[in-house]
């Protein structure tokens, strides 16, 4: 899988070398950087591309085994004595016969490990450059110990030292793209760069042994990371030689991390532990004056859990569980802790903590480890408690039709209204959910709510089918169970906090997108009190505040709630349904600014974690996959997303998996019949509003006018622009009520212009340069057009019937390089020294360019090729 791919994230590094290498009076550089950094590919990268003509290079590779010889690194350069006419004493005669080396062009001593020279190499190094006669390219390790003779190259001036650091995410996410020739997930290249720490050598190991797998075209790491050899030798050679005492305190370190010094120090010795973090393979950090221990790099925790037997590792983990017993549970994630290292050691006796556990972990979004949790729990006969736990994580974890079964037993062994109601809750939720039937769902809770005397668990059971009812857009119903609820009496932080997320997505399909925001905010305030007993209702507020961002054209504040969650749940990476929605709405996002392509590989990334089976948000998904394809043209793609968003969808899902039916007129436009996808269009605004989801239907009517048939919507969104919250709605009542004025077209594409929605103002653009040259106003349908054009180039390929017409400028490259010099600031007498032309020519080539582009001088020409245009390639 693995494929040579080419330097990455070294580009001004690169640069600073070859300039440091080359330059007139340059003598050299010392490139340092941990190992596996890169320091030798970036060297090697610099030696290839130096001209022979110029420059003969002389390599040497330092080694511990040469560094006790003299000129042990260089002995394959130099000849077994002086050479003729040269000094016998000290270096020189060696650095006579390097430099006699050289022919016509400039010596370069290309020194890998030069922390490793010997005295005698290093002075003849430093001889050398110093005559001037050579230059240094040489690599060090650090971590490692310079002698005093390699450090005096740049501490007396010879050479400068430059740092190579690790790979930053976005440049691991492109070497991992690069590597496999392929999509790389954005949770997966996360989790990689954080566990390499952006070492390239070690992403290249790990993705050789297999790390990555691909699924629907995306390549993903998925279960725990691959046994490898490799590896293992790398970082065991960096741990070194440790003791038994050592081996132990590294042990629980690995096993227990971050775990508290003084923990370790009891199970092993404070010496133990100030010894490993003396040698730094251990590092100490303070968390709210705790100081807690864990590996100097990730991948040591990895390595020595993978070397170490599982007799040991059972043994290491019940004892890390017993001593943290012993001192007390004081803190809420000593019992998620303790619970794990039982699991893991085989020591779960009480079913009790594993329960408590359970929820933990479903509450820290780690569903599979929730699951372990839950099932041991009921194997150590946790009852209808475990069932239930249990049954609520499995839920949103697409195996709702595993433990149905198992809740329907629990629902016969429920004796008090506590167990009823929380039975109940667990099983509806599974079958609306997870399974998609809905009468038996509401079947559940009616006989639950009939059979409870007690009102504080009445209100769980309602709550429960309050929430079947928003997601089945039955939104007036939802609202209604709400009232209903509290009616009955005050209500336990948990129920409140679901009746939140219940009106908060109300709200948001409704298009009250402020009051969404606000009663989501209200909730998140008072977290701390129900967090842990009602996960699920975190997720589906942040999905309603969310949503109504994005309803209410605020894309910049939707990207930064969508990107924090989506960090958050692709680290652990294990609730694959939260991943899922995440990435396709960070796509729905992309897809409004324009980026149609980022859109598609959000959206691939989140397809490429479905199952096989109908599931819920499979119309978001597949919908929005459909819906950038086929911006984009690519109708076969967008056809299968979208038959697939129809084949997997359930029932009781209509309200979250609407854009599915927003897709649909994007596949008839791709084709060319842009009249059937405007009778698509109006049939989904006809569904959202017999629905009552105003948003949805706000958007289908906008689609309407983005196909030219603004006449057909304008109305309807002049009633729902008094209806949605917002700046959007606004705005696309003002663009359907002004089609065919070109001066108010060009206002509504400033406007989206504004709000980052690059797509929709070059399409307003294109829309008023044909209205400006219906009306004969040949320079402000230039201008228009010009907008659109630079507009759309922002927005990656995507393909809609209002660009199909659009023009592009009639600009030579020569008029084009001197307006994105114009663009950057350059005066004209600039622009003509660095394109060799003459001051009267840049004036005629901008005077040319103003006809043409319609504009009138050099401010309107900034305004009009804004800072996201790329700027040709310019020959001096």
Request: proline share 5%; aromatic share 4%.
């Amino acid at each position: 899988m693995w494929s040579p791919s080419p330097l990455v994230g070294r580009g001004a590094q690169l640069g600073r070398v070859r300039s440091l290498l080359t330059g007139a009076s340059a003598r050299g550089v010392v490139v340092a950087g941990a190992p596996g950094v890169g320091k030798t590919r970036l060297a090697a990268e610099v030696i290839a591309a130096l001209d022979p003509a110029r420059f003969t290079v002389a390599r040497a590779q330092a080694t511990l085994a040469a560094s006790a010889l003299p000129y042990g690194s260089f002995a394959h350069l130099l000849p077994a004595g002086p050479v003729s006419g040269g000094r016998a004493d000290g270096p020189g005669w060696a650095a006579d016969a390097l430099l006699a080396r050289q022919g016509r062009g400039t010596l370069v001593l290309a020194v890998d490990d030069a922390h490793w020279l010997d005295p005698a190499s290093a002075a003849l190094v430093r001889d050398v450059v110093a005559r001037g006669g050579a230059r240094l390219l040489a690599t060090i390790r650090t971590g490692e110990e310079v002698p005093a003779h390699v450090r005096r190259f740049w501490q007396d001036g010879l050479v400068p030292r430059l740092e190579l650091g690790p790979l930053s995410e976005a440049d691991t996410a492109r070497m991992l793209a690069d590597s496999v020739r392929g999509q790389v997930e954005a949770a997966t290249a996360r989790r990689l760069w954080r566990i390499t720490e952006g070492n390239p050598l070690f992403l290249r190991e790990l993705i050789l042994a297999g790390a990555l797998t691909e699924s629907r075209g995306v390549w993903r790491q998925t279960g725990d990371l691959p046994a490898v050899p490799r590896l293992y030798e790398l970082i065991g050679g960096r741990i070194g030689e440790v003791d038994e005492e050592e081996r132990e305190a590294l042990e629980f370190v690995a096993f227990g991390e971050p775990i508290g010094v003084d923990l370790v120090a009891g199970l092993t010795s404070p010496d133990a532990v100030r010894r490993v973090v003396d040698r730094q393979i251990v590092t100490v950090i303070v968390d709210r004056r705790r100081r807690l221990a864990r590996p100097a790099h990730p991948l040591y925790g990895e390595v020595i859990r993978g070397m170490t037997g599982g007799l040991r590792a059972r043994s290491r983990l019940r004892r890390l569980a017993e001593a943290t017993d012993a001192t007390g549970l004081r803190r809420r994630d000593d019992v998620l802790r303790v619970a794990v290292w039982r699991l893991r050691s085989d020591s779960v006796t009480d079913p009790a903590p594993m329960v408590a556990a359970c929820r933990l972990a479903w509450a820290a979004h780690d569903v599979d480890l929730a699951v372990r949790l839950g099932r041991a729990a009921l194997e150590a006969g946790g009852g209808v408690d475990a069932a239930v736990a249990l049954g609520s994580v499995l839920h949103v974890a697409d195996r709702p039709a595993e433990y149905e079964a198992a809740l329907r037993r629990a629902a016969g062994a429920a004796s008090t209204d506590r167990e009823r109601a929380l039975v109940a809750a667990a099983r509806a939720r599974t079958l609306h959910w997870g399974l998609g039937r809905a009468a038996e769902a509401h079947r559940v809770l009616d006989a639950a709510e009939a059979a409870i005397g007690d009102p504080r668990w009445r209100q769980e059971v309602l709550t429960v089918k309050a929430s079947c009812h928003v997601l089945a857009a039955r939104i007036d119903e939802s609202l209604a169970q709400a009232d209903r609820v509290r009616a009955i009496g005050p209500t336990a932080a948990g129920v409140a906090a679901q009746l939140a997320a219940v009106e908060g997505q109300a709200f948001a399909f409704t298009g009250r997108t402020e009051r969404a925001t606000a009663v989501a905010d209200a909730a998140f305030a008072t977290v701390r009190g129900w967090r842990d007993e009602v996960p699920g209702a975190f997720a589906e507020l942040g999905l309603a505040r969310l949503m109504a961002r994005v309803f209410a054209g605020d894309l910049a504040g939707a990207e930064t709630l969508a990107d924090a969650a989506y960090r958050e749940l692709g680290e652990p990476g294990t609730w694959d349904m939260g991943v899922i929605v995440l990435a396709a709405l960070r796509g729905q996002i992309r897809r409004m600014r324009g980026d149609v392509g980022a859109a598609a590989r959000w959206c691939r990334d989140a397809v490429a974690r479905f199952g096989d089976a109908p599931a819920g948000f499979a119309g978001l998904c597949f919908g929005e996959l459909a819906h950038a394809t086929a911006l984009m043209g690519d109708v076969p793609a967008a056809e299968e997303a979208l038959a697939e968003a129809e084949r997997r969808a359930l029932p009781t899902y209509l309200a979250p998996d609407f854009p599915a039916v927003l897709a649909r007129p994007w596949i008839p436009a791709a084709r060319g019949d842009v009249g059937r996808a405007v009778e698509v269009a109006l049939a989904g605004a006809d569904r959202a509003r017999s629905l009552g989801l105003a948003a949805f239907e706000m958007f289908a009517l906008h689609d309407v006018v983005r196909l030219g048939a603004a006449d057909r919507a304008a109305g309807r969104l002049s009633a729902l622009a008094r209806q949605v919250d917002g700046a959007l709605a606004p705005l696309f009542a003002r663009h359907a009520a002004l089609a065919g004025d070109g001066a108010g077209l060009d206002a509504v594409s400033a406007e989206y212009e504004r709000l980052g929605m690059a797509l929709y103002a070059a399409e307003a653009a294109a829309q008023a340069a044909a209205a400006h040259e219906s009306a004969g106003r040949v320079r402000a349908a230039r201008t228009a057009s010009a907008r659109a054009w630079t507009t759309a180039r922002r927005c990656h390929g995507a393909r809609t019937p209002a660009l199909a017409t659009m023009a592009t400028p009639e600009l030579t490259p020569r008029q084009r390089q001197v307006i994105h010099l114009v663009v950057a600031g350059s005066s004209n007498r600039e622009i003509a020294e660095r394109l060799g032309l003459s001051v009267r020519t840049v004036e005629n080539h901008l005077l040319h360019a103003y006809e043409r582009l319609g504009v009138g001088d050099r401010a309107e020409l900034a305004d009009l090729f804004g800072p996201s245009a790329r700027p040709p390639a310019v020959k001096a």
